[in-house]
């Protein structure tokens, strides 16, 4: 059974910076993509960022680009989310997810999802 949990979410000004952590366990995750999602309230869930578990190729979305980092630590298992430059628009809950598709970049593409973490930017 594959887990992922997340960690790192709180209150930030504008312009902070914040770094959000994914602890995974349950399986190996060598073939795996890695993303990270934010959900606002009453909107749709929305791509951030991914990761190739192997090789770390990323992807991000374009409201992200520039100012969030996507990485991983294969010894420990960990995700990460960098974010820096936080805008009121990016308050939202932020959710770690797992697909075992390569390269995948929308949500329906991803098998595990961690329980959420909520960012809070404050003008």
């Known amino acids: 059974q594959v887990q992922l949990v997340e960690s790192g979410g709180g209150l930030v000004q504008t312009g902070g910076s914040l770094r959000l952590s994914c602890a995974a366990s349950?399986?190996?995750?060598?073939?795996?993509?890695m993303g990270w999602f934010r959900q606002a309230p009453g909107k749709e869930r929305e791509f951030i960022a991914a990761?190739?578990?192997?090789?770390?190729?990323?992807y991000y979305a374009d409201s992200v680009k520039g100012r969030f980092t996507i990485s991983r630590d294969n010894a420990k298992n960990a995700l990460y989310l960098q974010m820096n430059s936080l805008k009121p628009e990016d308050t939202a809950d932020y959710y770690c997810?797992?697909?075992?598709?390569?390269?995948?970049?929308?949500?329906?593409?991803?098998?595990?999802w961690g329980q959420g973490t909520q960012v809070t930017v404050s003008s």
């Open positions: 997810a797992g697909s075992r598709s390569l390269g995948a970049v929308t949500a329906d593409a991803y098998d595990y």
């Open positions: 349950g399986r190996t995750f060598g073939s795996f993509t």
């Open positions: 990761i190739r578990w192997i090789g770390g190729y990323t």
